[in-house]
């Protein structure tokens, strides 16, 4: 059964018609082309098809499209132009924070989710931020030294 | 431009005049992280186009058997189906084999294991196919099975394959182990036993199939395209230049993806596509991928060894077993490699080892980081933990005395050369860590929270060796702007390896990484450069890449010479610029040297190839030097145990790797990092379980990998640099070497606090629990 949703991608509304048994990882990939968001279980457990659905960070395949009705989803891409996301990013790269690059998006979004809230986190708050994504290439530690740097002096 | 920048290129161009290296040793931004960082649609699934049906596998659900029946109506009718396809679907030889030709691409009729894929449902979208497949029946005839691999050994067992249950076996015949038992003044006698460990790349295995005029071009997350491109082809009965086969950027990989899945997935999407003329896209999910695709081989390995009264080691007897599962896959050449191992970094005066990879009807296993290397090690670094026990000799002090260095002979009498690291490794470890005040110290605990240091030490081949030729093509192209484009069939997969391979081009020719840019590996432009395994892109690849651009230099120096006005041997090239070195200040722009270059019709592109020398040993008697050098490294971890729960967690970890020459030592370190923690998984947490052949944990629910909240809070990492024989400027490899150890160092660690020999990976809570209760329960009279 088809509905008509309208779900407030990083900052446009896009009308859409979905499933009732359609995921909003699904949407954002297939419908919106957000080909940031990854999946990598389908089950909730690795956490990389994270995104912030009206600025909490939840597992886009544990979610319903329908269940973000006149709600506010952002992504990677909607934050391109962000400081604190490019501060973020370029903090990834100069660390080697990503390898195989397949968490990346989601570490992203969970780095930036927390600087800002805090500009200089401790690693056991990064690591409790990062806690839900899985990373199987870096053992996390470029990755959180990434994290500290690039809450320096974020927006809060 | 800031300060820092510029101090960077004054000390660059100080090198190019002096003739030093160039950007090797510094870290560097590896040339595919911007596409990462943004997210970019640069994946097998983000380049999906419209109009692609969607196949989905399904697979067996016993473990041995004959198919009877299928009954595929059900499927066939479903709502958006295209059809459904099977052995019978097949236009060549139904195989998807890496070595020996022991495995179908859709079983049939004999099922081997809960893992033979059957067949695939083509399907307009992914959740028609799925249900579709759910409402397929299949009905066997029941075979006798065999879980364990010693069983599969014995007389009389049924066999799993028409040529008996043994896939590959081994041996090694040094000195004369029974006099060296009758020198020894201990000998002790233990088995180890290793579990199932899954890859998990979070990016499982996946390929997309597009018909074209007359074939198929295939892209797909894999190790090995060229590889991928003659498995498809077979499957096909199509020529191989049919069938192009590109590697999309590739989300983790860790050895499954070079052995036959990604085989599986891209001959199933291209079967569908040539035989319905729409692009197909076969994925696995995470639990497909986890019961279809190989896993690391569960081992038994029983060690007999012989020591002297003062703890110098006489005599090594082992015993080792690999599961290979329903089939062999690149196993044939893990148990070389375990084999090879055998008595890891320390010199033995006689060993004798004899090793079977054996058939079983588990799902199957095959290559996975470390290739052999966790499990031998694991092995042999608990048997010399217990050695030292029973001697009453430190553990380090006991290693000290055993261990490898130059003129030493390891297990296949290679004698070891100047390039041999370890000694400086073991330093760094024990002097970071504390070693020798906190063993001591941690004699004398009271109370139930226990700590406890572990050490293991690190010898890993370097090079294929036993495993075939190791050769590499790489081609490098000057671009009319500048750009520099390297391209090889050697593959990155996120380790920053081809970057490590363009950065040696970028110090041979003095210009930027920035200025480079990668071909994406491609079978109808790129040379078959062998399969992208065995940690072998730098140390291989870059001598490839450092001869092609060696050749272009040669090339340009002469223009760039005379637009300086000098001789050839005066010019000097660094940071994107040419200039005389008795005169650096005045300079030419490579763009500019590139520009002149074009108008005189100078041939810009080049490819460069390497073989690494041969590697001779005796199969006979496993005597000779199978590998061309060594990579280096110790490991120690300190762990706090609760012995009232059993709850450990790892507080410590120090490593120190000999790779010869960092060429990125950012890289080096993520390689160091991320193997350990993957090491750690392996000797903590991970096992894939099966029960009666039926994987029960095929998901990342009940599989657990460390997250960010398992790593050891203090990880100190050393760079050891001895320069080796083979790779360029003395690179040795280092992506694998990192996850062998931790299973020995953890273990031995735990057993050093709590007195609990744990010689199962993993190292359990409830199995360190269940050890001190049985070491504290009364004896019997």
Redesign the interface.
Known sequence: MKRVITLNVNGTDHPTSVDA?QRLIDVLRDDL??????????????G?CAVLVDGKLVNSCLMLAAQCDGRRVT???GL?DDPTMKRM?GS?????A????????AM?MASWDLARHSTDPT?EE???A??G????????????DSVHEGCKGARR | MSEQVSQLLDSLRAKAEKGELLYIGENVVRVDSLEKVLGSPVYTADLIPKGTVYAKLFHSSIPHGTIKRMELGGAKSYPGVLGVLTSKDILGLNESSAILPDRQLFADPVVRSTGDILGAVIAETLPAATDAAARIKVEYDLLPAIFDPTESLKPGAIKIHPKGNIARQMKIRKGNVDEGFSKSDIVIEKTYRTQFQDAVPLEPEVGLAIPEDGGVKVIGSMQSPHHTQAAVAKVLKLPPEKVRVIQAVTGGAFGPKSDETPYDVCSTAALAAVKFRRPVYCGMDREDSMVMHTKRHPFVISHKTGVTSDGMLVADESRIIGDTGAYASLGVFVIVRATFHTVGAYEVPNVKADSFLVYTNNTYTGSLRGFGGPQAIFAIESQMEELARKLGIDPLEFRLRNMLVPGKKNATSAVMDASCGLPQCVEKVVTSSGYREKSVRYRNQTGSMRRGLGIALLMHGNSLGPEGNDYGAVHVEILSDGTISVGSGLTEYGTGAISGIMQVASSVLGVPLSRFKLERPDTSKHRESGPTVASRVVVIGGNASKQAAEKLRNRLIPVAAQLLKTDDKDVAMADGLAFDRHNPSVTVRWDDIVDEAYRRGVNMKEEGFFMAPAAPWDQEVGQGTPYVQYTWGALIVEVEVDTDTGYYKVVGAHAAYDVGKAVNPGGVLGQIYGGTVQGLGYAMMEELVHKDGVVVNPNLGDYYIPTSMDIPQEFKTFIVEVPGPLGPFGAKIIAEPPIVLPGAAVRNAVLNATGVSVDDLPVTSEKVLMGSRLKQAPMAP
């Open positions: 048994s082309g957000l080909k940031s968001v990854k999946e990598g279980c389908s089950t909730g457990d690795c990389i992504t990677v891409e391109a990013q990834f790269i100069e660390n080697n990503a390898q195989c690059g397949f968490c990346t998006p992203l690693n990064i690591q409790v990062i806690s994504i899985l990373c199987r290439c870096t053992g996390y530690y470029q990755i959180i």
